[in-house]
T-cell receptor, first 114, second 113 residues
Framework: ETGVTQTPRHLVMGMTNKKSLKCEQHLGHNAMYWYKQSAKKPLELMFV???????ENNSVPSRFSPECPNSSHLFLHLHTLQPEDSALYLC?????????????FGEGSRLTVL | QKEVEQDPGPLSVPEGAIVSLNCTYSNSAFQYFMWYRQYSRKGPELLMY????GNKEDGRFTAQVDKSSKYISLFIRDSQPSDSATYLCAMRDSGGSNYKLTFGKGTLLTVNP
């Protein structure tokens, strides 16, 4: 496996379900991110972890709960979501402290909330 | 005024055309400017990266930054059907980390054979 891997690729859940999105990076990077991508909107940064420590929480509702057990794995736990939470959730990683350090994205998890 | 403005298109051109994609921004502190390409059902990937003003060329792609006008462009020469994708501009200031990237909405480009 190379790059950034996200599972599942597609997820359909009811508003009362609990599910989790998983991200794994094989690039040796120290920073990992969750972004939300909705139609006709810019990418929205949700959470940032740097060396496993959360360094950014961009006013995300508590029904989204991130977890970063180590610098290679990142989870997004979902519970009691709303239909407007339906979107593509992208995980990314980067090597911080390098000038212009590029973001490497996974293919995303397409979430549909019924 | 939004920090980064990008026309979402869609933009449809014939194969071989020169494509011009643009973003405007309001934050004069932005110093790093990037273009990401996102194919359907894929995540974005970095296409071009420019620091401060000027031009940068990579094959058929040219990125331009005009900081005085707060305007950045991506030109694609001899466009190919394989260039069909959504193009996202992104930028940040010199003091910030990568999580300070501000993205445009993306422009959907279709190159017709």
């Amino acid at each position: 496996e190379t790059g950034v891997t996200q599972t599942p690729r597609h997820l359909v859940m009811g508003m009362t379900n609990k599910k989790s999105l998983k991200c794994e990076q094989h690039l040796g990077h120290n920073a990992m991110y969750w972004y939300k991508q909705s139609a006709k909107k810019p990418l929205e940064l949700m959470f940032v972890y740097n060396f496993k420590e959360q360094t950014e929480n961009n006013s995300v509702p508590s029904r989204f709960s991130p977890e970063c057990p180590n610098s290679s794995h990142l989870f997004l736990h979902l519970h009691t979501l709303q239909p407007e939470d339906s979107a593509l959730y992208l995980c990314a990683s980067s090597q911080e402290r390098l000038a212009g350090g590029e973001l490497f994205f996974g293919e995303g998890s397409r979430l549909t909330v019924l | 005024q939004k920090e980064v403005e990008q026309d979402p298109g869609p933009l449809s051109v014939p194969e071989g055309a020169i494509v011009s994609l643009n973003c405007t921004y309001s934050n004069s502190a932005f110093q790093y400017f990037m273009w990401y390409r996102q194919y359907s059902r894929k995540g974005p990937e970095l296409l071009m990266y420019t620091y401060s003003s000027g031009n940068k060329e990579d094959g058929r792609f040219t990125a331009q930054v005009d900081k005085s006008s707060k305007y950045i462009s991506l030109f694609i020469r001899d466009s190919q059907p394989s260039d069909s994708a959504t193009y996202l501009c992104a930028m940040r200031d010199s003091g910030g980390s990568n999580y300070k990237l501000t993205f445009g909405k993306g422009t959907l480009l279709t190159v017709n054979p």
